[in-house]
Nanobody
Framework: QVQLVESGGGLVQTGGSLRLACAAS????????MAWFRRAPGKESEIVAA????????YYADSVSGRFTVSRDNAHNTLYLQMNSLKPEDTAVYYC?????????????????WGQGTQVTVSS
């Protein structure tokens, strides 16, 4: 069992930055690929970024590539999402998720454990 708790969300102006964190507890954090998903009002959930077990391989959605950076600190069981140049369309609830494999994936069904989410609001 893995428990995930996100933090770092909030209200920011267009062009601003936020850093989300996801603290993991339970089974060995370093064994799992991790990802960030988001769900905006009235829209389906979408993957934002994913990272393999070691941090050596990452994936970004086209909409955030070049602006967001995913990273992990396995020694401290924490996943991060650095978000720069934020836009109003980035407004959503952001969720971290843990897979049961070491390799990353982009579909939600690959991820067994989910956090409760943290709200990110970007004002125009």
């Amino acid at each position: 069992q893995v428990q995930l708790v996100e933090s770092g969300g909030g209200l920011v102006q267009t062009g601003g930055s936020l850093r989300l964190a996801c603290a993991a507890s339970g089974r060995a954090f370093g064994n799992y690929a991790m990802a960030w998903f988001r769900r905006a009002p009235g829209k389906e959930s979408e993957i934002v970024a994913a990272i393999n077990w070691s941090g050596g391989t990452t994936y970004y959605a086209d909409s955030v590539s070049g602006r967001f950076t995913v990273s992990r600190d396995n020694a401290h069981n924490t996943l991060y999402l650095q978000m720069n140049s934020l836009k109003p369309e980035d407004t959503a609830v952001y969720y971290c998720a843990a897979a049961t494999t070491t390799a990353l994936g982009v579909v939600p069904t690959l991820y067994r454990y989910w956090g409760q989410g943290t709200q990110v609001t970007v004002s125009s």
